[in-house]
């Protein structure tokens, strides 16, 4: 039987396409989860591992969906063709139980980490020059502006949160941590 895996790392990406390239691949049964690849606890990918045996297939639209690093995804892969089990990674093709197989395997495991090492770095770099910018926030922009934030709390002193809530959009959570940094 074909089973199909697939995993994003954030909650705000899209598991749509790996499921449909999956199912078009045949998959019958396709486990997926939001979890970053970082983690080693991915529920979801540990319940389909229990599940396969000798002769089913694991497909993958790519090796980092399954696999943390080289040493995790060779790992992975041997123990999964110890039980029978054949592995596809669509991207890259049937790795297959052979010495060229494994050979090909190791290599293309190995640029996948290489990959992810890059973007990380890179990503790092890019923090470091934003860091030396004099106006420079981390995390996620504010929803609203200075001026939204002081027309509804200027709102408040005449009515309820509840009441500014629907009158400006700002919730009322928000609008009671604006209340606290301004006393």
């Not at 926030?137 to 504010?142: F, S, Y």
């Not at 709102?155 to 959570?173: A, D, F, H, P, R």
């Amino acid at each position: 039987m074909k089973y199909g895996y697939a995993r994003v790392s954030t909650v705000s990406q899209d598991l749509e396409s790996q499921v449909q390239t999956l199912k078009a691949e045949g998959c019958k049964t396709i486990f997926s989860e939001k979890f970053t690849g970082t983690k080693s606890e991915r529920p979801k990918f540990q319940e389909l591992l229990s599940l396969l045996s000798e002769g089913d297939t694991l497909i993958v639209t790519k090796m980092d969906r399954f696999a943390r690093s080289t040493s995790d995804a060779i790992e992975t892969v041997k123990k999964l063709f110890k039980k029978g089990v054949r592995v596809h990674v669509l991207n890259m093709g049937i790795v297959e139980d052979t010495p060229t197989g494994r050979l090909i395997f190791n290599i293309m495991s190995s640029f996948a980490e290489f990959e992810r090492d890059m973007i990380v770095e890179r990503t790092q770099e890019g923090k470091a020059i934003a860091r030396q910018k004099e106006n420079f926030r981390e995390g996620r922009p504010n929803k609203y502006g200075k001026t939204q934030i002081e027309h509804a709390m200027k709102l408040l002193e005449t009515n309820s949160y509840k009441q500014v809530e629907e009158m400006t959009g700002i919730s009322k959570s928000t609008l009671i941590r604006a209340k606290k940094k301004n006393n």
